[in-house]
């Protein structure tokens, strides 16, 4: 067998990485003035998702919503939409090119294309206190994809039914009145709330462990546009064992909704879509 190692092999895996994306000149949020304007929030819409389903919820922009753990270890699979424009919805890449592999306090949920405007601002997470761990492990990933019933039929074939992305689907299609047919190509590569994750080092493979979310903690944003969202609890608990099944101890997940009074708010405005021409050199 031929050998293909250079004799720079060394040399040539030293070299340092440069960032893609810089992001010094990208639009910070005024966490402050929105910290401030949740003080005075009152709580006017929740929905709780059962275990190995999933709910809609709507915010409008201006608005807050919080994903909560409610009675036990539980991870959840997060869908977002422009509530007016399916077509705009989370781009999960792209919010990973930007803030990297995990998600946190300041981050934001970037719209696909040709929008790519913030639609959600994460401002407050109680499991910030992680970090990244030994195993470079860490929570609210946007490397996964979602558990779905195609890759289980793949790996094991079965035709598992609550997997995250049929969750969203059946939840996607209620919501609208549509068909789970029509329903499907929406959903899309999601935030995984409370998911503790990463690569293996050796193998570069994507791994799961225990959530360490307890009852009580919770991942809140504003709304930067109207949105409609949907949560699925995943089959696979806290993922400490198995990733889709009827056998993981699963919990319900709490969303809530709040609304602001009066000017708190004053001096801030929706994002407008991307400025990109859109001429693609044509």
Known sequence: MPNYIPDDADQRRAVAPVICYPTETLPT??????????????????????????????????????????????????????????????????TRALHGTHLGAGARMWSSFPHLRPMATIIDDTLGWYGIDEYGGSVHDVIGTRCDPYTNNLLSGGQYHHCCHSNLTRALADELGISLAEAEPHVHDVLNVFMCTGFTRDTGQYFMKASPVRPGDYLEFFAEIDVLGALSACPGGDCSAEHSSDTAACHPLLVEVFATKGDALKGWRSPEPNGYDRRHGR
Do not use: M
């Open 29 to 94: 949020p005024d966490l402050a003035l929105y910290r401030r304007a949740r003080e005075g929030a009152e709580k006017i819409a929740e929905v709780v998702v059962p275990p190995r389903e999933a709910a809609t919820f709507r915010a409008r922009a201006g608005q807050f919503f919080r994903i909560s753990s409610i009675e036990g270890p539980q991870v959840g699979d997060f869908n977002l939409w422009n509530a007016h424009d399916l077509s705009e919805r989370f781009y999960s890449g792209k």
